[in-house]
Nanobody, 124 residues
Framework: QVQLVESGGGLVQPGGSLRLSCAASESIGINIYAMGWYRQAPGKQRELVAAISRSGVTNYADSVKGRFTISRDNAKNTVYLQMNSLKPEDTAVYYC?????????????????WGQGTQVTVSS
């Protein structure tokens, strides 16, 4: 039973933009839990990129601050990651995750609910 589905990845040139979407089943409480976006590059550990609390408070990794924006549309059961000024080092598979807390995002506490991932490649 698929409960989190990412989309929006692709190939983009450096300096370009992409918007990732994470559509979720309402049954896992996406509208009330904090949500996070992670990424994993080849040979590297999965890392938290951005998180958003139930009330809309956000937190970002230093490497993406000022370039990425996480948002949520509870009416659509969807979380977004707007990525601007993309760099080759942003290349990774991006995953969304439902958190285990409603409001705590520092630190963000992931649950076992993960999507299948969407590939983002930044290259000229």
């Amino acid at each position: 039973q698929v409960q989190l589905v990412e989309s929006g990845g692709g190939l983009v040139q450096p300096g370009g933009s992409l918007r990732l979407s994470c559509a979720a089943s309402e049954s896992i409480g996406i509208n009330i839990y904090a949500m996070g976006w992670y990424r994993q590059a080849p040979g590297k550990q999965r890392e938290l990129v951005a998180a958003i609390s139930r009330s809309g408070v956000t937190n970002y990794a230093d490497s993406v601050k000022g370039r990425f924006t996480i948002s949520r549309d509870n009416a659509k059961n969807t979380v977004y990651l707007q990525m601007n000024s993309l760099k080759p080092e942003d290349t990774a598979v991006y995953y969304c995750n439902r958190g285990n807390q409603y409001y705590v995002i520092r630190p963000y506490q992931p649950s076992d609910y993960w999507g299948q991932g969407t590939q983002v490649t930044v290259s000229s």
